[in-house]
């Protein structure tokens, strides 16, 4: 049986240079923790905060699969695709960066921080030709219930990856309970809190914890108060 994995939003490695703040919960860069290496496919999570005006300049990915998640402000992001777009709160971003791509995200406004979340998963196909997608979920009923908002799947809901993954988000009322219903009963469950409490399969989580877990086919989640919760749904191996 694999073992559950609990990583709190104080165990996280917080990078500061100045204009970035970065809550990284697994192994990015110049910070290396073995045991924190990732969760099934899911390679990278972090938790930035991008002073007004400044970002992330031009650099290259290849085969990864990259998904930003705009909490508060708004991201400017443009690509050697051609794309040059602007993201904010209620959308999610995906590119498959495949053979290669070069990009830049930089905060659209001067005087105020951005904050999102920068996720990274293993594709489960090489040398893809590279690709960009865009959606706005912020109009979808995420009131008690979990809005899926990327899938493998072109013409499902939501953005789409190069990998057997299922991402939602919901907005539950304190005293909510409601199960998540694995679509890969092999797959594994990463719950994230962007904020509040709840409690997973009986774990108590807070804001900014995050829950790693390998269950038969279901998952029960308890809202102790109101909360905001991101489930991301990853194989094991890809």
Do not use: C
């Amino acid at each position: 049986m694999k073992n559950n994995i609990l990583h709190t939003a104080e165990s996280r490695f917080l990078a500061d240079h100045g204009w970035l703040k970065s809550a990284q919960t697994f192994s990015f860069h110049d910070h290396y923790d073995p045991q924190r290496l990732q969760f099934g496919a899911l390679r990278v999570l972090n938790d930035d905060i991008v002073n007004g005006g400044k970002g992330f300049g031009r650099h290259p990915h290849d085969n990864m699969e990259i998904i930003s998640i705009p909490l508060e402000g708004t991201l400017e992001h443009q690509d050697s695709m051609g794309n040059v777009a602007v993201i904010r709160p209620g959308e999610i971003q995906a590119m498959s960066a495949g053979t290669g791509i070069y990009h830049t995200e930089f905060n659209k406004n001067a005087d105020e921080p951005v904050t999102f979340l920068q996720i990274w998963l293993y594709p489960n196909k090489l040398n893809v030709t590279p690709r960009y997608d865009q959606r706005d979920y912020g109009k979808g009923d995420m009131h008690n219930k979990f809005l899926q908002i990327l899938s493998p799947n072109a013409d499902d809901e939501g953005v789409w990856i190069n990998q057997q993954a299922w991402f939602h988000i919901g907005n539950l009322d304190a005293g909510f309970e409601t199960a998540y219903q694995l679509k890969d009963a092999s797959n594994g469950l990463y719950v994230f809190v962007i904020k509040g409490d709840i409690a997973v399969d009986g774990q108590p989580l807070s804001t900014r914890d995050g829950y790693g877990l390998w269950p038969d086919s279901e998952v029960k989640i308890t809202a102790s108060s109101y909360a905001e919760v991101l489930l991301m749904e990853i194989p094991e191996k890809w």
